[in-house]
């Protein structure tokens, strides 16, 4: 388990954003520049729930990669790619 003196919970960080009255929009751009640094999957699976992310870039999800399920879309159809 983290320390979360030094990293809240998610929950923790959405719910302070949440009481200084932050937009979804604004929260929503939070979590996609923590995503971008690569610290949200490692939050988001700590959480121990189904997470459904999307990207064009792979190299975003190098990290959960062993973790993870991916599906692409393939002439329109949904495919599941095999590891």
Known sequence: MPDETIRPPLRTL???L??????PT???AILQAIKTAGAL????AE??????MTSADPALFAEVSDDAMFVDVVE???QI???
């Open 18 to 23: 949440n009481q200084i009255g932050l937009k």
């Open 41 to 44: 999957q490692a939050e988001l």
């Open 26 to 28: 604004g929260i929503i």
């Open 81 to 83: 790619r095999k590891k």
């Open 47 to 52: 959480l121990g729930s189904q997470v459904w």
């Open 14 to 16: 959405v719910a302070g």
């Open 76 to 78: 329109g159809r949904l």
